[in-house]
């Protein structure tokens, strides 16, 4: 069921841009729901943003957590498990709760993300997806059975459904794989849908991997990955990797 209402995302329209003005449309008791943000909700695996958000008194109270609610299924072959649409809700600090009866339906307000956290999980989404690519060369078996990911601010991991383990062999080749991505540099862009601007693909070179996550715009930043292997148990191997050699770089944002 398609929800009556729908939060705009700038972090879609400009994913550089740190900061929007607002108008606020609903307040929970510890969420505020505003008409758009710049902030990225909790989805495809990446941490949500952090940030603040400024009354008309001046006053600031933080948001911890931002989450995607009400949205709905496309029903668009390549996107299986997205959810469109929707609105988005701004957790507040629990120190920061008593702020909201200073808030009220209709006012104005400036939403501001933390740039080095947006930063960190841009790059480490990027090392996510080079990650992939390099895992779909060396065992293509294993991205038909992706169970899921994580990203955080300081790595990322994959879960796959695999009856063949990882050998040391194949991780050092995935590593090297995934460095020579890094090494060339290339350039990465994302495409939205024509049907759903909400259903959006990340692009490198010849890949294209379906993904709504915020993304660096050239693969060279990530640096050097290390990938380390955990069994999970019968058939699920875990693969996750850091980036010790990153470059973050929050002078774009504004």
Do not use: F, I
């Given at each position: 069921m398609k929800f009556h209402?729908?939060?705009r995302?700038?972090?879609y329209e400009d994913s550089y841009a740190g900061h929007c003005q607002a108008s606020v449309i609903k307040i929970e008791a510890d969420m505020i729901e505003l008409d758009a943000t710049v902030a990225f909700p909790e989805g495809g695996g990446q941490e949500a943003d952090h940030g603040t958000i400024t009354l008309n008194n001046g006053r600031v109270l933080r948001f911890i957590d931002v989450r995607k609610m009400y949205g709905h299924a496309p029903g668009i072959n390549g996107f299986p498990d997205v959810q469109v649409g929707g609105v988005i809700w701004h957790k507040v600090h629990p120190d920061d709760v008593s702020l909201l009866s200073d808030l009220h339906i209709g006012d104005n307000v400036a939403i501001c993300i933390d740039t080095d956290r947006r930063a960190r999980l841009s790059l480490s989404h990027t090392a996510s997806h080079i990650l992939y690519v390099a895992v779909g060369m060396i065992?293509?078996?294993?991205?038909?059975s992706t169970l899921g990911c994580h990203i955080r601010t300081d790595g990322a991991r994959f879960d796959f459904g695999v009856s063949e383990r990882f050998t040391a062999e194949q991780i050092s080749q995935i590593e090297a794989c995934a460095y020579d991505l890094v090494l060339r540099n290339a350039a990465i862009t994302m495409s939205a849908h024509p049907?759903?601007?909400?259903l959006r693909s990340w692009h490198c070179e010849q890949h294209q991997i379906a993904c709504g996550g915020t993304h660096l715009n050239r693969?060279?930043?990530?640096?050097?990955?290390?990938v380390k292997r955990k069994s999970l148990g019968t058939g699920k191997e875990r693969l996750s990797c850091s980036f010790p050699d990153a470059v973050f770089d929050t002078t774009r944002f504004y």
């Open positions: 209402r729908q939060t995302k700038r972090y065992r293509p078996d294993a991205v038909q049907q759903e601007p909400d693969t060279g930043p990530v640096g050097r990955l290390v």
